[in-house]
């Protein structure tokens, strides 16, 4: 079975605090996923990556960085987290072309005061 | 860019009411998937379902790609089904690492 984790299952974090989200998949996928979710606006991507230490911006990447140095691997950056950061936070992987599935983990549920 | 429509965005049953959840596509795709959200906010893959139809227990889902639409049945609802069921495609035309979500049909089943 395909296995996301993600760091932390609630965080919270003041404004202008740096702050990481990490998230790992062990089923050697390509492609890694950012989403925030929040109520009304459904999942929105922030950024993904299709390999190691390449990037591309979804959506909504104002205000946020990744890295992703290892396959396995995939960060979120909030460089000075805002109140209007709080928002449910989703990582996901999949594969790289053929049925790209993607999976997620269980999320972080992030609150800036 | 492809839009994504679900419907209904709102349900209630009785709990052994059956039901079904609407998607609708504006392109072709390449990848469409049924997730399921429970109450903790983790998404559950349901099916990946570009084509045809899929049995899993009391879900199965087709999807009429021609005529850009999947449906999801419920049948014999459960309390457990509740949470919000979302539809996500990957447009041909588009990025296919991409998913295009739908807002989601939020289920609630009685007792």
């Known amino acids: 079975d395909v296995k996301v984790t993600q760091s932390s299952r609630y965080l919270v974090k003041r404004t202008g605090e740096k702050v990481f989200l990490e998230c790992v998949q062990d089923?050697?996928?390509?492609?890694m996923f950012w989403y925030r979710q929040d109520p009304g606006l459904g999942l929105r991507l922030i950024y993904f990556s299709y390999d190691v230490k390449m990037k591309e911006k979804g959506d909504i990447p104002e205000g946020y960085s990744v890295s992703r140095e290892k396959k396995e691997r995939f960060s979120l950056i909030l460089e000075s987290a805002s109140t209007n950061q709080t928002s449910m936070y989703l990582c996901?992987?999949?594969?790289?072309?053929?049925?790209?599935?993607?999976?997620f983990g269980p999320g972080t549920r992030l609150t800036v005061l | 860019g492809i839009q994504v429509e679900q419907s209904p965005p709102d349900l209630i049953l009785q709990e052994g009411a059956n039901s079904t959840l609407r998607c609708n596509f504006s392109d072709s795709v390449n990848n469409l998937q049924w997730f399921h959200q429970n109450p903790w906010g983790q998404l559950i893959n349901l099916f990946y379902i570009p084509s045809g139809t899929k049995q899993n227990g009391r879900l199965s889902a087709t999807t009429v790609a021609t005529e850009r639409y999947s449906l999801l049945y419920i049948s014999s609802s459960q309390t457990t089904d509740s949470g919000v069921y979302f539809c996500?495609?990957?447009?041909?035309?588009?990025?296919?690492?991409?998913?295009?979500w739908g807002l989601g049909t939020s289920l609630a089943v009685n007792p």
């Open positions: 996901a992987s999949s594969r790289a072309g053929g049925r790209n599935e993607q999976f």
């Open positions: 996500a495609v990957a447009s041909l035309a588009g990025n296919n690492r991409k998913l295009i």
């Open positions: 089923m050697d996928h390509e492609n």
